[in-house]
């Protein structure tokens, strides 16, 4: 019999791993809603939904290892960084889901959850002061208008699934939808900077690199809190910590 394999697990969400299928238990329906609409309309390689019973998504592995984890080493040529940009690009691209997603916030929301969560920083004693005041400075250039985009809205490096130089597959799409097309590419290189330019060669056009150093900071200051509370650690090396102090 194939073992049960705990993939992730907090308090909101867990995934499970038996054999070539994987379960997800998700509180928030709506969630679950957007993960399968969105995998239905992206133009990229998806995994197969196999069945659904609310609060359960079972869905096929896809093919294929990824290109790393954030924190540890990653893997895969520059060419198949390069294939992952060309498929960013392509999803992009796409005629734009129906609503907003995680990469969609508005500006004045960004800026306010911002303030609150470098406040609790510095108040709690979680991080220094000069490294949330500095990262702050540079998570500003995010803030700005932008065009929407069909966008993931989670596209970790662990998310994306390669066969040589192939992408085979793309995972974890509840909190896609409209969104800035720069949080995407500035996930899937956060603590991987040395792939930055594979993965724009890939993408195939210019990005202004300080909007995706901004996204870089904002994204890190905005996890912190979150990471600890669900038993996760930003503190382990490479992750998202390291990344804020690789912008002093």
Not at 205 to 222: F, G, K, P
Request: proline fraction near 7%; aromatic fraction near 6%.
């Amino acid at each position: 019999m194939d073992e049960v394999k705990v993939v992730v697990a907090h308090s909101e969400r867990a995934t499970l791993r038996v054999g070539d299928v994987f379960l997800k238990v998700d509180a928030d329906q709506a969630r679950i809603d957007v993960e399968v609409e969105a995998m239905a309309l992206a133009p990229v390689p998806t995994p197969e939904v196999l069945w659904r019973k609310p609060p359960v998504l079972a869905i096929a592995a896809v093919p294929g290892t990824t290109l790393g984890r954030l924190g540890g080493p990653s893997t895969g040529s520059p060419a198949a960084w390069a294939a992952a940009g060309a498929a960013i690009r392509k999803l992009h691209d796409a005629p734009l889901p129906p609503r907003p997603g995680q990469a969609g916030r508005s500006i004045v929301a960004l800026a306010a959850e911002l303030d609150d969560e470098c406040e609790w920083l510095v108040t709690n004693g979680v991080l220094p002061a000069d490294l949330v005041t500095r990262n702050r400075q540079v998570a500003e250039a995010a803030l700005r208008p932008w065009t929407p985009a069909f966008t993931h809205g989670d596209l970790q490096i662990a998310h994306v699934f390669v066969d040589g130089d192939e992408v085979t597959g793309i995972i974890d799409w509840s909190e896609a939808g409209q969104g800035d097309a720069l949080y995407d590419l500035a996930t899937f290189t956060l603590g991987h900077e040395e792939h930055l330019d594979d993965v724009i060669a890939g993408y195939g056009t210019d990005v202004d690199l300080d909007v995706i150093h901004a996204w870089w900071s904002l994204r890190s200051l905005l996890i912190v809190r979150w990471l600890i509370e669900h038993g996760f650690d930003p503190f382990a090396p490479g992750c998202e910590v390291d990344v804020l102090r690789s912008r002093m």
